[in-house]
């Protein structure tokens, strides 16, 4: 069984203020991917980044960062000096490296205010 | 253009009426899937398909069913057995393989009443 949690269900920060997505899953598999999308209010999901559980190095892009930590399964995301076009619903998503089955987080919403 | 296509946008039904939901992809991904959204709850996965001609019940299959005939098209069926059909329903497609993310289709909203 798999599942992943997303604790925070909305999160409202004013522009230019930093804000981090926590997302801890649980599953048996030893090895399996990790992933972050967005939804914005059109509701078609974005596809943000994949990380593989045999690889933890943290990742940069842009204003976008991701801490991956096996020790305690988390894998949380921060935008750095958020905009008002980061107003969206972030899920975090877990799938087990031989299996297709996709498990999602409930989602966390975020509202960046000018 | 390549992408994942769901029609309708908006779909209402009667209570009672069995309604079905399509969704094509010119990607030539092995993998499909469906997921229903409620406000709160996230995207729980309904089917979900690896092949042509097989699927796998997701976490919340009772009420639904499909069908993967083609390679492109994996319709969903909403039938009277589901209790609150009322949702957002999102298809997705990936390459199969590992190490691949899903691709999402703009979503149905389906309203019974």
């Known amino acids: 069984a798999q599942k992943v949690t997303q604790a925070q269900t909305e999160i409202s920060v004013v522009e230019k203020e930093d804000v981090t997505l926590d997302c801890v899953y649980e599953t048996r598999d030893t090895t399996y991917y990790l992933f972050w999308y967005k939804q914005p209010p059109s509701g078609e999901l974005v596809f943000l980044i994949r990380?593989?559980?045999?690889?933890?190095q943290n990742e940069i892009s842009g204003r976008y960062s991701w801490n991956f930590q096996k020790s305690t399964s988390s894998f949380n995301f921060t935008i750095t000096a958020s905009q008002v076009v980061d107003s969206a619903v972030y899920f975090c998503?877990?799938?087990?490296?031989?299996?297709?089955?996709?498990?999602f987080g409930a989602g966390t919403t975020v509202t960046v205010r000018a | 253009d390549g992408g994942i296509t769901q029609s309708p946008k908006y779909l209402f039904r009667k209570e009672g009426q069995n309604v079905t939901l399509s969704c094509e992809q010119n990607?030539?991904?092995?993998?499909m899937y469906w997921y229903r959204q409620d406000p709160g709850q996230g995207l729980r996965l309904i089917y979900y398909?690896?092949?042509?001609?097989?699927?796998q019940k997701g976490d919340i299959a009772e009420g639904y069913s499909v069908s993967r005939e083609k390679k492109e098209s994996f319709p969903l069926t909403v039938t009277s057995a589901q209790k609150n059909p009322t949702a957002f329903y999102l298809c997705?497609?990936?390459?199969?393989?590992?190490?691949?993310?899903?691709?999402f289709g703009q979503g149905t909203r389906l309203t019974v009443v």
């Open positions: 398909s690896q092949i042509v001609n097989d699927f």
């Open positions: 998503a877990l799938r087990p490296f031989d299996d297709y089955k996709l498990s």
């Open positions: 990607l030539n991904h092995d993998a």
């Open positions: 997705a497609s990936s390459v199969g393989a590992t190490n691949t993310e899903a691709f």
């Open positions: 990380r593989n559980s045999f690889d933890e």
